[in-house]
């Protein structure tokens, strides 16, 4: 088979899917939904935007490019090294992979009780079950694809369908503060936190070895079905995070003082459906954590056993799958304090580096990729510092002066100046070194 079509295409989308489509896509769009009230779908588009659209020009970028260490390595080698290890620490046992395991022991505390205890039991159990079917990466088409993916998909239409059959609440409810104005930019900031598009550049590697596994064997061809698969994944997230966005809405309204996604999803559940709702949302977050759970540690093991060839693949699976099971038991809410600023970090200069290579022959200028890049990240670590309480004195108020630095895309500014000064100098010393 030279070409991935049909129920196969199908199923490697369903694939990608699942491995985006865990605790963060779960709890954020609801959350939003129900702090926008009025404005929820303006906040949505922008959440979209930055939870959907850049996920999957992520997927085409790094296909386009042949890889995360190829595309960022077009700033500099170290650069590299340095960012492609942020990501997937970030997308790894630091952030992402823990906080499904938090995450969905949230929903089931209501049912089995909380504590400390009970959570590192569930989160040996959960580790040790996405550590067994991860060891076979080049499978999760068969395991993901075909079988959770399909479930979740029915369990959340399920949810949905209630919610429009016996709607809790007739309306949505006033905006918070923080959507009252410039809600698209808001969500836009707030789909950060489902850290997809991070996860998007490392996810290729996996998605390609599963077109490979369906008969796939030319490199084109190989790209081309990864690009497509990310289109199938990314108009799946378009349907279901609208429905949890009105799902939360309808919550917030009828449940107001919720402190995140995950108390939205429960006030609503319980009001539906009673203690069966309870077991309904508790298997839908158990299905969509361990689905990306399993994604997250094949995708990160297969770049550290690259990095690292003499060690086995197996061995990291172990050591992230056992590593994670340790940072998950800080909670869902520590998590997600930890996780904010790292994002704003490390978020903008992903976002330029996909633009960038969207931009034809752009590569061929030295500077532009150092100079956007550079700029870009000056900005974003010095007010992700800032956000954690560390103020560089002086540099920290001068970048506060920034265009748009108060809604929190202070880093645009200069990743354009890096843009036109790149290409000034590039062109400048390519004229000189023609004229030689």
């Given amino acids: 088979m030279q070409k991935l079509r049909g129920h196969d295409l199908l199923f490697v989308g369903f694939t990608l899917f699942s491995m985006f489509f865990g605790a963060g896509n779960l709890i954020f769009p609801p959350f939003l939904g129900a702090q926008a009230g009025t404005n929820a779908w303006f906040a949505f588009i922008g959440f979209a935007a930055s939870a959907i659209g850049l996920p999957v020009l992520g997927v085409i970028a790094i296909a386009r490019a042949g890889g995360l260490s190829t595309l960022a390595g077009r700033v500099h080698p170290r650069f590299a090294a340095v960012f492609t290890m942020l990501c997937y620490l970030s997308i790894g046992p630091c952030l992402a992979i ?8 949230e929903m089931f505390a209501p049912l089995v ?24 990466p080049e499978k999760l088409t068969d395991r993901l694809g075909k079988i959770l993916c399909p479930t979740l998909i029915v369990l959340i239409l399920v949810l949905f369908g209630a919610c429009l059959i016996h709607p809790v609440s007739a309306q949505y409810g006033a905006p918070s503060a923080a959507y009252a104005s410039l809600p698209a930019a808001e969500g836009f900031i707030a789909g950060y936190q489902t850290m997809d598009t991070i996860a998007a550049l490392n996810f290729g590697a996996v998605i390609a070895l599963n077109v490979r596994a ?18 199938i994944a990314g108009a799946v997230l378009l349907a279901v995070y609208a429905m949890l966005t009105h799902a939360g809405a309808l919550s917030g309204a009828a449940f107001p003082g919720g402190e995140t996604g995950a108390d939205t999803l429960t006030s609503l559940a319980h009001a539906l459906f009673g203690t069966p709702g309870q077991v309904l949302l508790a298997a839908i977050f158990l299905i969509a954590c361990l689905n990306t759970c399993i994604g997250l540690i094949s995708c990160v093991s297969e770049y550290f056993h690259g990095l690292f060839p003499r060690i086995p693949y197996a061995a990291f699976a172990a050591f992230f799958a056992l590593a994670s099971t340790v940072v998950s038991n800080i909670g869902l809410a520590g998590i997600i304090r930890l996780s904010t600023p790292v994002l704003n970090a490390i978020y903008p200069a992903a976002i330029v580096l996909i633009a960038l290579s969207f931009v034809p022959q752009l590569e061929q200028h030295r500077w532009v990729y150092p100079l956007a890049a550079g700029f870009t990240c000056v900005q974003s670590v010095v007010a992700a510092l800032a956000q954690s309480g560390l103020r560089i004195p002086g540099i920290a108020a001068l970048l506060d002066k920034l265009p748009l630095a108060a809604l929190g895309f202070g880093w645009v500014a200069p990743a354009l100046a890096g843009l036109a000064l790149g290409l000034f100098l590039s062109l400048r010393t390519e004229k000189l070194e023609k004229t030689k």
């Avoid at 823990?98 to 022991?105: D, G, I, K, L, Q």
């Avoid at 580790?127 to 067994?132: G, R, S, V």
């Avoid at 064997?217 to 698969?229: K, P, W, Y």
Wanted: hydrophobic share 50%.
């Fill in 98 to 105: 823990p906080r499904t395991a938090s995450t969905s022991f």
């Fill in 113 to 136: 009780g909380g504590g400390a205890a009970k959570q590192l039991i569930y989160s040996v159990v959960f580790f040790a079950a996405a550590f067994l079917v991860a060891l076979k």
């Fill in 214 to 231: 369906k008969g796939v064997s030319e490199d084109r061809q190989v790209v081309r079905g990864t690009i497509r698969a990310g289109w």
